[in-house]
């Protein structure tokens, strides 16, 4: 890659998949988009220096966070969170061209977490239907445009480029459905004064850990937006914690909060810190 000509871009592939479509909208026309099977494939290729950004999806305003993006960190240390976007999601069920129409369907094939964002939908329209969940929206348009009495799940996008037939649209359980895809790269941007910082912490195994070290960022009047527990596996049901929190890693609040919490629990990974995106309005389409 030349000095100044646009970063490599890893995403979550093949091509088609939401994720496709925040790196094309990230890279523009003239980046490099390098799709990738699954999400530890991008963290690997980012951490390697082997492309100069990835792009996965960390939560969805349906379904919440997607485990794999969170337990990517702990495996890929390197990688820093350098931004954010937010994108809208309408999803379609999108069938093979010879289907006659709904009650015809036997398979819906898509990725896990769009078939839990339909998953009232699919029980409600097609409840006989068998549920298979694969690696991306992308495979799923794959499959569908290869066997009779099947459809995938996903945007309008996958008809276009697989030849299926749309025979619903809109059919996410919550009309304004939003994911939010983190930006991977080996560094993360100077404050900008609208900031969120991630973190990933592994408390003390005693009791009043956690209590105790949410206290630190309550006292020194830091805004904790997102805690989660993800399983350490070589530490049978013990736990690390992903935390989101409004403000910069530089901010003299964090500053503080992390420093009184790093003497007590030492184990503490900074993801990144990188400028807020934008929401997208709900009357957007």
Known sequence: MQTGSPPDIAYLGPEGTYTHTVARQVGGSLA???????????????????VGLGV?????????????TLDSFAREPECKITGERML????????????????????????PQALAQCRDWLTRTIPTADI???????????????????????????????????????????????????????????????????????????????YEGLGY???AGVNLTHIESRPIPERPFEYRFFLMLDGHAADAAVVQALAELRAEHPRIAILGSWPRGAMPRPDQP
């Open 32 to 50: 490099r988009l390098v799709p990738c099977a699954s999400i530890p494939l991008v963290f690997r290729l980012v951490s390697r220096g082997e």
């Open 56 to 68: 996965v999806p960390v939560e969805n305003t349906i379904e919440g966070s997607v485990a794999v």
């Open 88 to 111: 809208r999601i309408e999803h379609g069920l999108h069938a093979h061209p010879e289907t006659a129409g709904v009650d015809s369907l036997r398979r819906i094939y898509s990725h």
């Open 132 to 210: 298979i969940p694969c690696a991306s929206t992308a495979a799923a348009a794959r499959w569908a445009s290869e066997e009779s009495g099947t459809a995938a799940i996903g945007g309008a996008e996958l008809a276009r480029l697989y030849g299926l037939k749309t025979i619903a649209s809109g059919i996410q359980d919550a009309p304004y459905n939003v994911t939010r895809f983190l930006l991977l790269a080996r560094h993360s941007p100077a404050a900008s004064g609208n900031d969120r910082t991630a973190l990933m912490v592994e408390l003390n195994h005693r009791p009043g850990a956690l």
């Open 217 to 219: 960022f309550a006292r």
